[in-house]
């Protein structure tokens, strides 16, 4: 698992690093990404045509390794698949 972090710093994405299909080689896939807007992180997905969306069952907050925790939870286990 990798975070990248914006320029600005307010968007941090999650990356996590797999094997390749080729041998020796690895990929970074996003996971998701997480935005500083109006003083809380709020988490977003991305779909298919690599747009971003807002997750509306995690609610924004100050803190931002909470919101990092809140992908471990079981219920948001999607972002694993």
């Known amino acids: 698992m990798k975070l990248f972090i914006s ?8 990356l996590q690093d797999r094997p390749s ?22 988490v977003y997905w991305k779909d298919s045509k690599d747009r971003w969306h807002f997750v509306e069952d995690i609610k924004p907050n100050d803190d931002f390794e909470q919101q990092l925790m809140m992908l471990e939870r079981e219920e948001f286990s999607y972002f694993w698949m």
Do not use: D, Y
Not at 7 to 14: A, D, R
Not at 21 to 42: D, H, S
């Open 21 to 42: 299909f080729m041998p020796g080689q690895r990929v970074e896939l996003p996971i998701a990404q997480f935005r500083l807007e109006e003083n809380k992180w709020k």
């Open 7 to 14: 320029s600005g710093g307010n968007t941090v994405t999650l």
